[in-house]
């Protein structure tokens, strides 16, 4: 069970920062320019749902693994995300 749920929270921390890449591209291709100051935003989301996480695993049971992971996974996700997009790691 645990495996499953990491391959979940994975699966949204990897899928998240590309469809982030996606959203920008089709921003810029529709001739809106990249906003300045996304991956701080990002950073901010990021803490935000890994508060939630943790308030979220520490309070509810195995009925809400769900939302845990799907937590979990945006708290990663918007992490990777602002680091990509601020330059610190990809390119």
């Not at 899928?15 to 291709?29: D, M």
Request: charged residues 15%; glycine residues 12%.
């Amino acid at each position: 069970m645990a495996l499953m749920r990491a391959a979940r929270i994975a699966a949204i921390a990897i899928a998240l920062p590309y469809l982030a890449r996606l959203s920008q591209q089709v921003g810029e291709a529709s001739g809106n320019p990249p906003v300045e100051g996304m991956h701080w935003a990002l950073g901010v989301l990021a803490v935000l749902f890994l508060v939630r996480a943790a308030a979220t695993e520490a309070t509810r049971g195995p009925e809400a693994n769900g939302m845990k992971d799907l937590q979990w996974g945006l708290a990663a996700g918007c992490a990777l995300a602002a680091l990509w997009r601020s330059g610190a790691i990809g390119g």
